[in-house]
């Protein structure tokens, strides 16, 4: 029986949809006192007095902390690999608040509406600063974001300069920019900006946290990162991080929003402080203005090519706004250069410099893309530029450029500093198939005389379409960064306990993890019973982020079985009385030479209960050595109401390189998934504030995510590829699909109606403006 | 104040307070298939059948259901089996979150429509959402359900 590549369904799947409360809440104890944080409505301001009077009368309201009763001590949010890209910039609670929706104080009650009202009835003088709010100004502005001096970064060469509100710079360049675009024919000068967008994942931050038998502090969050909050926690709390146990139970999407460490650190705080069970669910409207989004990007990209087509040099200037705190904003624009530029590998010079900026804006975090979502669309923009300006096809333009399997570019040696300096190359790359599959799906050619054919008619109609495409990679994992272990137990009636770190965070990791396990052990998936994660009980995993769960963490799942293998045979030869060479262990059984069989759950029973008296267990580790980017292609169709400005998404077809696809049912979604967001992130979705920092969509009423009605067709080609350094040839999918709607998209409203939108989203004012030569200016 | 609501075929007497919203009470009589995601009636995870007719439950005064019907999806467990196996064997439960809404809004759909079109099935369900599948296999493991749920996946 072979579980890989097969569409098996989720073994949680039935819990889930059956309503079990296998969710965080689900499982808060009915006792646990409710926590509420009082949040600012200024985006910059000082907090002068607070007055509790009033909110210690609510009946209920146990207590209320500020930052005068918090140890203060800077720690990031960020929930990345330790030590982290990211100015330790945040303290529990501060006497300065930075963002609308920054943390002012907590209420702490026995029940919900207490604490609410309690909040309500907190009285907090501000003195009120002004805020910074335009990103391209932020850099040396006399107002600074962290006027603080305790602040810094744990790291050299990330940039971080706090008298300059700069959070985060990255820059390299290799071969002379100047001179390639000296020699170039023609070329392009353009800019492009993308904006903050919503994780949005339906079940909002929460946690609960509790003591122990032992007096260690138990924090059950819905986090992505286990291992990174205990740590996180141990600093902010002052805590060992011996005394803190964290459980991550079912958790109802993240997409990023819940890397970053946001509301465990309050229960975690009230337990430490009460001893008590205490817990804390962030309303939609919390998630919004007090978590993060992603980062909102602008990119000066410069092309250089012949006038054949052959790209000779990409320049690229990057401008993030961070908002009030630097999580994720060194690492974001550092993975945007040397994720985005690589895939075209035949230039002379390539030239990427990127700076993150202090705002008093909602601050940037992780989400799906990381970055590389941000530049892709910049970068591919461009190449849809430098084509029509070739009057060249788009796709023919990227079969020329692109890389090919079995190439390279130095450009891959420079993602991790420590890689060796030995060219990496391509193996697995299976663009090419990317783009002939998908513009075979897509029918491009056909489809684009069609439209050519059907112009008139649709304009009598007030309509017109048009087809655009792009490119795109990612990566699998962080090479010499995230490292995964796991660990499988042999259990006394021949079935195995694989206890992993990996976060399922509805992605379905804990059926592929256990699907390969099943094959490398060579028994059924019902002798697999996977566990995940607790930091007590499982190895490490730096956690569901970076596209490295099927990667990383299903190499670690493959060692762990590897050895398991060798401790199986080594047993049974001694339970055999035979020598190791002669026994084997295949297709779940103990096989010898002389033809003696012994099966798995004898040979467990014997060496548990009589002769051996031995517990077999195997762990194994893991890293990614080397860049294994996953690639794709999408090709989207679109209808451009020439009256309104409304687009309509009539068609996407994606081609993804995955290598082996373990679950090709959960790839396809993940697909789907991940294409639908960049639909979002093109089209309408939009973190919005107002001249004074104020959020003006925190609901989904105002913040629309698409819904089912706003989709018409998606369809998936998953290309079949292997990567050898892959378990069973797997590579990442989960960010790379988020990448090509945009550039793609924007490409088709330039084809049907003839305008550029650089900024995103393109919404029907935007598209109808520049539709009627009116020069668009954001509302404030 | 106390109310009498049937849930899932038990009557049940309550004890809430006015400003209660149905969502938070049948979560703490135990209902935890019952989700919150929003606070504002737009996300469609505490969808609930309320006299047989699907509400959104966090914008339902608890009192609003006195003397009435509440169905959750721990009372359609049974009827429920077919899709929630159409769904699975797409992989489009994912989370998992908005997953017993979704089906309650189905279960809906179902009653109220025949030969429901795509567009339909999409209208019917468009205030269930769902940021993990993009919805092309939940609208494929809604058209095999309703045709009987014999359609393999296709690809």
Redo the contacts between chains.
Sequence with gaps: MKYVNDSIKKIDSDALLRGKGVYTDDLSPKDALWIKVVRSPHAFAKILTVDDRLTMRVPGVEMVLTYKDIKRIPFTRAGQNYPEFSPYDKFILDEYVRHVGDDVAIVVAENEKSAEMGAKRLKVDYEVLEPLLDFTIAEGHSTLVHPEEDNFIPVDSAGYQREKNLAGEIGFDIGDIDEALEQSDVVIRTTYESQAQAQSMMETQRAFSYEDVYGRLVVVSATQVPFHLRRTLARALDLPMSKIRVIKPRIGGGFGSKQSVHAEVYPALVTKLTGKPSKIVYTRKEVFKGTTSRHKMRFEVTLGATKDGDLLGIKMNGLSDTGAYGEHANTTMGTTGKKVMPIYNKVKASSFHGKAVYTNNLPGGAFRGYGVTQGTFALESAMNELAEKLKMDPVKLRERNMIKKGETTPLYNLIREGLPPEPVYMNSCELEACVKRGKERFQWDERNRRIEREKDFLKKKGKARGTGMAIAQQGSGLPKVDMAGATIKLNDDGFFTLLVGATDLGTGCDTILSQIAADALEVSMDKINIHAADTDLSPFDSGAYASSTTYTSGNAVIEACRKMRVLITEYAAKVLEEDEEDVSFQQGKILTSAGKELSLEEFSKVITYSLVYEQLTATGSFVPKIPVPPYMAGFAEVEVDLDTGKVELLDFVGAVDCGTAINPALARVQAEGGIVQGIGLALFEDVNVSSKGKLKNNSFMQYKIPARNDLHRIQIELIEGHDDTGPFGAKAIGEIVVNTPSPAIIEAICQAAGVRIRSLPATPEKVWKAMNNRHYVPEK | MKINININGREKEIEI?PDDYLSEVLRKEG??????????E??G?CTIHLNDVAVLSCGTLAAKAHGKSVT???GV?KK?ERI?HE??????????????GT?MSILYLERVTTNPTD?E???Y???????????????EAVKSYLEGGHNE?C?
């Design positions: 307070a209902y935890l298939g019952v989700k919150k995601g929003c606070d504002t737009s996300c995870v959750t999806i721990e467990d429920a929630r769904m699975a064997k797409r992989g489009v439960d994912q989370c998992g979150f908005c997953g017993p089906i567009s099935i999409k209208r369900l468009k205030g269930n959402l769902c940021r993990c599948s993009g919805y092309v296999g939940q609208l996946v690809e």
